[in-house]
């Protein structure tokens, strides 16, 4: 090995490896959620996938080690992984571009299989050959490889808090793996040239041209669309644009907030009004039942039209919201109200930590089409009884499914909901499942559905003799599998959704990632 790779050099590399092993980690799924979302089942792939490169990876670098060359196979397998991790953004942007051709379960491992796979087996190969190139004098072989996974891995712990709290949601996902693929490659691509054994030009012209595409992208006016906002983070992908919309004559802009390519919130310039949707006009209707000064606790924000719309009818309102990307946009661009106070937190852990108490709560935890289980257990429920006041009323959105298997996790929610001792319907805002909303109506007392519930609503409450729930399971912490009995039913919506909206997104150029 030749004396310009001391050790110093390759534990400073097996460093920068190990980080940016896990930033591609980070930096894949996040590619995948404006597509995918950010379920159990994409974040599930994508661990198997990186666990599986890497094994893969450390087979192919073991057997290497044993060449004599095995210092130019180390600096070439280096040189290779930067540039593909810099070619990421491209390749998943072609890759996702005619994988929702397949079946959801097939598009997402196919997906993550071309955007994963080959950095991941470069990076794994890397070890193995790490180990062998130190210097063989200076520690036994089991001293050495403890000494390169140790540093390695401690490239990965500083890489993640990094990306996941600052690179990603700052910078977004294009730049860092452009960034990132150059600092891996940067060295090796200089030994390699300075040895003679191989020209890197095919990493700096990797480089250039991925730089120009960023340059340009960033430089470009859609001229169809105004993105006012748009940022990545582990919670996923929250963009605010001002779209033109053809509203009878006249073409009139709409101001949405996407999460993960999915509309959350979507308001008129124009009419300054709230596009209806039959969930939001349910929960409105709900509000007017209640008298002025009422408390309501709001557990997810999105572009605060509930909050809003309780603080115009004289509620104090209290909204708890983790991202706070969804804070600053509801606040900047949606006009929240100063009056509405927002808690940044968990929605489990304020739950868990309030005393106080509420006339009515309403459940809007969607993240783009997930449901967070650990907020939707019987533990959490049974507090959420004790946070409602006399006659207190408390609502919760979810999908439309409750029956068959697609439909278990909704009938489980209702079996917990109901354990708890709470009386409880079901309300369904569309005739067909599959374009509903399930909205799940409880309190502590039957009278408060008299009193706070619109007549329509108790009119079209699902019949109990409908709702099989003897395979149903009661959601409990020990067991809290919410997401994972809704996975059909999110993929089937979500899926649903996206063929619906692709053309939308295609013809006012709406970036799938920045």
Same mark, same amino acid.
């Given at each position: 090995m030749p004396q310009s790779l001391h050790n110093r050099l390759l534990l400073g590399l097996s460093f920068l490896e190990g980080g940016s092993l896990m930033a591609t980690e980070l930096l894949s799924a996040r590619m995948l959620a404006p597509y995918f979302g950010s379920s159990l089942f994409v974040w599930a792939t994508v661990l198997a996938l990186t666990l599986g490169g890497l094994t893969v990876g450390y087979f192919l670098g073991g057997n290497l080690s044993l060449s004599e060359r095995k210092d130019k196979i180390l600096l070439i397998t280096l040189l290779y992984s930067g540039v593909i991790i810099m070619l990421m953004p491209f390749t998943a942007q072609w890759v996702l571009n005619f994988a929702h051709h397949l079946a959801?379960? &097939?598009?997402? =491992?196919? *997906?993550?299989? $071309? =955007?994963? =796979? %080959? %950095?991941?087996?470069? @990076? #794994? @190969?890397? *070890? %193995?050959? @790490?180990? /062998?190139?130190? &210097?063989?004098?200076?520690?036994? *072989?089991?001293?050495?490889? #403890?000494?390169?996974? /140790? $540093?390695?891995? *401690? #490239?990965? $712990?500083?890489f993640t808090f990094l990306f996941g709290f600052y690179i990603i949601p700052n910078f977004g996902l294009i730049f860092p793996s452009i960034i990132t693929g150059f600092i891996l490659g940067i060295v090796p691509a200089i030994l390699v040239f300075k040895n003679g054994w191989k020209k890197p030009g095919i990493f700096f012209l990797v480089f250039a041209l991925a730089g120009g595409y960023f340059i340009r992208q960033k430089s470009l006016e859609s001229g169809i669309i105004d993105v006012l906002y748009q940022k990545e983070g582990i919670l996923g992908q929250v963009m605010v644009a001002d779209i033109p919309v053809m509203h009878h004559d006249s073409i009139q802009k709409e101001r949405t907030l996407f999460v993960n390519r999915v509309i959350q919130t979507s308001y008129n310039l124009k009419n300054q009004r709230y596009n209806d949707h039959a969930y939001f006009n349910v929960s409105e209707d709900v509000i007017g039942k209640f008298p002025e000064g009422s408390d309501m606790l709001l557990l997810g924000l999105g572009g605060g039209v509930l909050a809003s719309d309780a603080i115009k009818k004289g509620f104090r309102v209290d909204a708890v919201e983790l991202d706070q990307r969804i804070i600053e946009v509801a606040r900047e661009y949606f006009g929240l109200p100063d009056q509405v106070k927002v808690f940044r937190d968990d929605a489990r852990r304020f739950i868990n930590a309030t005393n106080k108490k509420y006339d009515l709560i309403v459940f809007d935890l969607f993240r783009g089409e997930e449901t967070p289980a650990h907020v939707f257990t019987a533990e959490s429920m049974s507090k959420a009884r004790k946070m409602l006041k006399p006659g207190g009323l408390a609502l919760i959105n979810s999908n439309g499914y409750y029956r068959g298997e697609i439909g278990k996790g909704n009938r489980s929610l209702y079996k917990t909901i109901r354990a708890m001792g709470l009386f409880t319907e079901i309300y369904l805002t569309d005739s067909l499942e599959e374009k509903s909303n399930s909205v799940f109506v409880f309190s502590n007392s039957m009278d408060a559905f008299e009193d706070k519930v619109p007549v329509y609503m108790q009119k079209r409450f699902v019949p109990k003799d409908s709702i099989d729930i003897a395979d149903a399971i009661i959601l409990t912490d020990r067991r809290p599998v919410l997401d994972y009995l809704n996975e059909d039913a999110t993929r089937v919506w979500r899926m649903g959704y996206m063929a619906y909206m692709r053309s939308f997104y295609t013809d006012y150029r709406i970036p799938l990632f920045n």
């Open positions: 959801f379960r &097939d598009s997402v =491992i196919t *997906s993550a299989l $071309i =955007i994963i =796979i %080959p %950095p991941v087996v470069g @990076m #794994g @190969m890397v *070890s %193995p050959l @790490m180990v /062998a190139n130190l &210097d063989e004098s200076a520690e036994t *072989s089991g001293k050495r490889a #403890g000494l390169v996974y /140790a $540093i390695s891995t *401690s #490239g990965g $712990i500083t």
